[in-house]
């Protein structure tokens, strides 16, 4: 059974850090391009980054690029994804999803996804 768990949401002050966490499993996802995608209310899903499947590659939308840092963890079999994120700022909340694919790249159809870890910063 495919699992994609998401961890490490909750509410923080604009300045703060949080760490999120995902664990997949169920697949080989060490093959696996992994991702994170956030929904704002009202908004659409948008990418935040990517990391290729030997964490030697990795993509960020811009409002994050210096703020946020994607890197992965491939054990056995779980494969655990991060996203540290520094200086949060308001606009930042949103439902955090982590995706997986076997492509890697801004342009890619993901193909399983988390349920989602809501991340809420205060001004």
């Known amino acids: 059974q495919v699992q994609l768990v998401e961890s490490g949401g909750g509410l923080v002050q604009a300045g703060g850090s949080l760490r999120l966490a995902c664990a997949a499993s169920g697949r080989t996802f060490s093959d696996y391009a992994m991702a994170w995608f956030r929904q704002a209310p009202g908004k659409e899903r948008e990418f935040v980054a990517t990391?290729?499947?030997?964490?030697?590659?990795?993509?960020?939308a811009d409002s994050v690029k210096g703020r946020f840092t994607i890197s992965r963890d491939n054990a056995k079999n779980t494969v655990y994804l991060y996203l540290q994120m520094n200086s949060l700022k308001p606009e930042d909340t949103a439902v955090y999803y982590c995706?997986?694919?076997?492509?890697?790249?801004?342009?890619?159809?993901?193909?399983?996804w988390g349920q989602g870890t809501q991340v809420t910063v205060s001004s």
């Open positions: 990391i290729n499947w030997s964490s030697a590659r990795t993509l960020y």
């Open positions: 995706a997986a694919a076997l492509d890697y790249g801004l342009s890619v159809e993901y193909d399983f």
